[in-house]
């Protein structure tokens, strides 16, 4: 009687360790690094919207865009108005003739160029995102 019993008992915590997947909450994930005039947010939205907000000091900005879950990550990617333009190229403005100026075009972050790991109310970037002001690598947590 006791053999059974405890094989049943193995396999219920079995499964309620290892047999429940991970879900993706709404909400904000700040990051632990968060400091006084250092940021970095994700906000995921309904509809499988985001909202990653950065800054550090006079240098901050935000992107919009997509989410989907594939598995234990969370895939992002950005909306189709930020620029991809991590080779901080340039546009060439023709005033006149004889005047052209290069105009540097924004940069905006693509913190979909890394897989975000799904580790209960957290999230970890498996690399590093250059948010032109810092490099943010490191856990986002849920604020409940």
Known sequence: MKKPFLTFLLIIIYIFVFGQK??????????????????SIL?????????????????????????????????????????????NKTDLLQVNDTLAMEIPLPFYPNPGKVKWKIKGNSLKTEDEIDTGCFYEKGIHKLKE
Not at 22 to 39: A, C, H, M, Q, T
Request: charged content about 25%.
């Open 22 to 39: 991970k879900e993706i909450r709404l909400g904000n994930y700040n990051s632990v690094d968060n400091k006084f005039e250092k940021w």
């Open 43 to 87: 906000l995921l939205q309904k509809e499988n919207r985001f909202v990653y907000k950065y800054g550090q000091g006079g240098c901050q900005g935000e992107v919009t865009g997509s989410w989907i879950k594939k598995g234990n990550y969370l895939l992002l990617e950005n909306g189709s108005e930020y620029i991809n333009n991590e080779n």
